[in-house]
């Protein structure tokens, strides 16, 4: 089981469709039963994969153990696909977490959730607090799109820095360069300088999953877009499997 988390500080750049393609990849292209849990309010994960948004307050009562995450996992219209979804009872989490004080409640939660699935992708807000703790001492892997600038490989040495100043031990970090255009020099520069890192384009394909409330995977998965979040896919089980 691997826990894979999608996770920055920004907002915008591109996480939770890049949470969905992944968890829609694992599910499709790699078969393995497959949860998308979405921690962030906005309700993207859910928004993206077609589901209703979770009605009620209940998402935060899986982390006082007052209900069973089965209580509130849907499947999507996905073979292996289920989701987590958020609601707006997580706004309470930080609260909630200084008062349970419980460091791994949500690493124990994935460990739970490891008898029926072997891959849980974690949609992440972005934020630098008890949460994004938890979710650090949880994953296998951290996910972290950066947009394209001369600045992404200092950003994602902040992220590093930051880590390390606050775990002993962290998992490791797969960059991956965000929003690309390469009609746009600093782009096609930042790409030039970083080519290790995984790229997903600038494209409205990418933008269409917002307005189809689909996976890229399962309406253009032959496209350029497409294949490039697959694989970013491959390159994530890769790196799972290399341990
Ligand atoms: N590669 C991309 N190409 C075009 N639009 C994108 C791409 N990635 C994300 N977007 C769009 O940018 C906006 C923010 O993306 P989102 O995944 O919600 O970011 P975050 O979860 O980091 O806040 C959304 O409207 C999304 O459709
Ligand atoms: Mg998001």
Redesign the pocket.
């Known amino acids: 089981m691997a826990v894979v988390a999608v996770y920055s500080v920004k907002g915008g750049v591109g996480?939770?469709t890049i949470a969905a393609s992944l968890a829609w990849s694992a599910a499709t292209l790699s078969r393995r039963q497959t949860l998308l849990w979405d921690l962030?309010v906005?309700g993207?994960a859910a928004f993206l994969t077609g589901c209703d948004a979770a009605n009620g307050s209940r998402a935060a009562s899986i982390f006082t153990r007052d209900l069973e995450p089965d209580q509130l996992i849907v499947p999507t219209p996905y073979d292996r696909l289920d989701l987590l979804p958020s609601d707006d009872s997580l706004r309470r989490l930080e609260s909630l977490f200084a008062m349970i004080g419980k460091r791994r409640r949500l690493a124990r939660l994935t460990e739970i959730l490891s008898q029926r699935y072997e891959r849980i992708v974690l949609?992440c807000p972005p934020a630098l607090n008890e949460l994004s703790a938890q979710i650090i001492r949880a994953a296998t892997l951290i996910v972290v799109p950066l947009p394209p600038s001369p600045l992404a490989r200092r950003a994602l040495e902040a992220i590093r820095g930051e880590l390390a100043y606050h775990h002993k031990k962290h998992p490791p970090l797969l960059p991956v360069l965000s929003m690309v255009d390469m009609r746009r020099k600093l782009h096609r520069d930042t790409v030039a300088e970083l080519p290790d890192w995984p790229i997903i384009p600038m494209a409205s394909q990418i933008e269409q999953m917002a307005a189809r409330r689909a996976p890229i995977g399962s309406f253009a998965g032959a496209s350029e877009p497409g294949r490039a979040l697959a694989r970013l896919w491959t390159g994530v089980e890769r790196k799972l499997v290399e341990g």
């Open positions: 996480k939770s962030d906005q993207a949609d």
